[in-house]
């Protein structure tokens, strides 16, 4: 069966950066991307990026170019999803998801990582 | 790039059918057969619902259909039931090898 399982809940202060994980489970890890979305309070379904542990696809939304940075651990089959340099309009729901390559949908979710940007 | 038009909200009554529109433009929805659904209950992980403009994954209920005209899809839920009420998202792959959501529809089930 296949999971995502993200990290904790996290409270940053402006400026600060925060680092999110997603671990996979039930499937080959190096088979799959992983997709980072986030939903703010309110608001609808963003994408983020796509990363590919193999490391042949790696891109980035243009909001986040600069301050985004996704890596994974091949010996624990856990991607993670760096951003920097947060605001409160950072403050979201963070989720992975996995694609099989050039399917262009998201089969599995992990069940989302809350980011809390304040002073 | 900008999100895909949805409506706000819909609204039913049991066992009715509702249609959810998501209106993009050529670089997205209209240029690739590549859209996809998904049901978001709050506080949980968004679900797979339709692939491929029309394509549902196992396990999903018959009652949920997609279809797409130029550079609109559309999902249809049919025999609207009360677990339907959640929020749903289309999604689209683009023209610059990225993707974007839908701006999402809260389902109601009067």
Same mark, same amino acid.
Not at chain 1, 36 to 46: C, D, I, K, S, T
């Given at each position: 069966?296949?999971? %995502? ?55 980035? +939304? ?15 089959? +856990? ?34 990582? %809350? ?5 | ?9 819909? !609204?039913?009554?049991?066992?009715? !059918?509702?249609?959810? !529109?998501?209106?993009?433009? !050529? ?6 057969? #590549?859209?996809?659904?998904?049901? #978001?209950?709050?506080? /949980? ?20 259909? *997609?279809? /797409? ?9 049919? *025999? ?15 023209? /610059?090898?990225?993707?974007?959501? *839908? ?8």
């Amino acid at each position: 069966q296949v999971h %995502l399982v993200q990290s904790g809940a996290e409270a940053k202060k402006p400026g600060a950066s925060v680092k999110i994980s997603c671990k996979a489970s039930g499937y080959t890890f190096n088979s799959y991307y992983i997709h980072w979305v986030r939903q703010a309070p309110g608001q609808g379904l963003e994408w983020m990026g796509i990363f590919d542990p193999t490391g042949v696809v790696t891109k980035y +939304t243009q909001n986040f170019q600069g301050r985004i940075t996704m890596t994974s651990d091949t010996s624990t089959t +856990t991607v993670y999803m760096e951003l920097s340099s947060l605001t409160s309009e950072d403050t979201a729901v963070y989720y992975c998801a996995r694609e099989y390559p050039h399917t262009r949908y998201f089969d599995s979710w992990g069940q989302g990582t %809350l980011v809390t940007v304040s002073s | 790039q900008s999100a895909l038009t949805q409506p706000a909200s819909v !609204s039913g009554s049991p066992g009715q !059918s509702i249609t959810i !529109s998501c209106s993009g433009t !050529s670089s997205d929805v209209g240029g690739f057969n #590549h859209v996809s659904w998904y049901q #978001h209950h709050p506080g /949980k992980a968004p679900n797979l619902l339709i692939y491929d403009v029309t394509n549902r994954p196992s396990g999903v209920s018959y009652r949920f259909s *997609g279809s /797409k005209s130029g550079n609109t899809a559309s999902l249809t839920i049919s *025999g609207l039931q009360t677990e339907d009420e959640a929020d749903y998202y289309c999604a689209s792959y683009t023209t /610059k090898y990225t993707y974007v959501f *839908g701006t999402g529809t809260r389902v109601t089930v009067l």
